[in-house]
């Protein structure tokens, strides 16, 4: 099984970028899959999940209304797509998943058997 995150970069302020999440070995269809971020010095923390009985959506509140978690079952791949960024937001971001099927407590990282390598997310101007 192998989680492959991508798409960060350097953006300016009140910028876009849309990070995707590839997996194989692992139909993500059948898993909630969050995303995860984690910033020098702070621990890691939960940033947005998407259910896989309904598809229903959770973030945190320091995201809400600008991040957009979703998926593609065909491309096996989840997305979450971060609009007005700030500096605060500058981070490495993980996807994770684990063997569940919903998103409750879904920033209590031992839920999850297996992550992506991060991609780094800057905004700075």
């Known amino acids: 099984v192998q989680l492959q995150a991508f798409g960060g970069g350097l953006v300016q302020p009140g910028g876009s970028l849309r990070l995707s999440c590839a997996a194989s070995?692992?139909?993500?269809?059948?898993?909630?899959v969050s995303w995860f971020r984690q910033a020098p010095g702070k621990e890691r923390e939960g940033v947005s999940c998407?259910?896989?009985?309904?598809?229903?959506?959770y973030y945190d509140g320091s995201v809400k209304g600008r991040f957009t978690i979703s998926r593609d079952n065909v491309k096996n791949t989840v997305y979450l797509q971060m609009n007005s960024l700030k500096p605060e937001d500058t981070a490495v971001y993980y996807c994770?998943?684990?063997?569940?099927?919903?998103?409750?407590?879904?920033?209590?990282?031992?839920?999850?058997?297996?992550w992506g390598q991060g991609t780094q997310v800057t905004v700075s101007s």
């Open positions: 070995g692992l139909v993500l269809d059948y898993y909630a």
């Open positions: 998407i259910n896989s009985s309904d598809g229903n959506t």
């Open positions: 994770a998943t684990g063997h569940r099927s919903h998103c409750s407590n879904y920033g209590y990282t031992p839920f999850y058997d297996y």
